[in-house]
T-cell receptor, first 109, second 114 residues
Framework: GQNIDQPTEMTATEGAIVQINCTYQ??????LFWYQQHAGEAPTFLSY??LDGLEEKGRFSSFLSRSKGYSYLLLKELQMKDSASYLC??????????WGAGTKLIIKP | DAMVIQNPRYQVTQFGKPVTLSCSQT?????MYWYQQKSSQAPKLLFH???????NEADTPDNFQSRRPNTSFCFLDIRSPGLGDAAMYLC?????????????FGPGTRLTVL
């Protein structure tokens, strides 16, 4: 079956760095997405990786290793507004998104 | 601004009373999706349309139907809502000519079943 695993919840301090991991097993691979979702709101696109390596976009970076079925989202200089759920999703061979359940990130002052 | 719009944002219905949720988009994307998301869970794909081609997920209950009368609009009909259908319903769009095929989401409709 297809499976996306990510931690349920993480806590970090304002101004710090946090890394959210995602491992996946899917039938085919056409890219991995990270979305941010604030409570009660829709997911918003953060990043896309299809080749191995690190993609940097401001305070957020995303890493992919296809051979390991592994990705992480790195958030730097954490702000209170970064408190949200972060969803990892993989596009499979049918170009459908397989979603993880999300990691709830709690930022403390 | 180009966007995905969902109406209403909050919908309350009674057990067994049909309800229709609507989605419209100004992005001119050819693919539209309906997801169901319950608290602290992953979004669950119910249907998607590639242009006019309708694709029903195998585990989507018969109670859920969808219509896409044109490129811009898509509807989700729940014929006889049960208590287990209370959830956030998310509409999303994507373009097969886009660079990432990333999905753009509307704000969602939160459905309460009494």
């Amino acid at each position: 079956g297809q499976n996306i695993d990510q931690p349920t919840e993480m806590t970090a301090t304002e101004g710090a760095i946090v890394q959210i991991n995602c491992t996946y097993q899917t039938s085919g691979f056409n890219g991995l997405f990270w979305y941010q979702q604030h409570a009660g709101e829709a997911p918003t696109f953060l990043s896309y990786n299809v080749l191995d390596g690190l993609e940097e976009k401001g305070r957020f970076s995303s890493f992919l290793s296809r051979s390991k079925g592994y990705s992480y989202l790195l958030l730097k200089e954490l702000q209170m507004k970064d408190s949200a759920s972060y969803l990892c999703a993989v596009m499979d061979s049918n170009y459908q998104l397989i979603w993880g359940a999300g990691t709830k990130l709690i930022i403390k002052p | 601004d180009a966007m995905v719009i969902q109406n209403p944002r909050y919908q309350v219905t009674q057990f067994g009373k049909p309800v229709t949720l609507s989605c419209s988009q100004t992005l001119n994307h050819n693919v539209m999706y309906w997801y169901q998301q319950k608290s602290s869970q992953a979004p669950k794909l119910l249907f998607h349309y590639y242009d006019k081609d309708f694709n029903n997920e195998a585990d989507t209950p018969d109670n859920f139907q969808s219509r896409r009368p044109n490129t811009s609009f898509c509807f989700l009909d729940i014929r006889s809502p049960g208590l287990g259908d209370a959830a956030m319903y998310l509409c999303a769009t994507s373009s097969t000519s886009g660079s990432y095929n990333e999905q753009f989401f509307g704000p969602g409709t939160r459905l309460t079943v009494l």
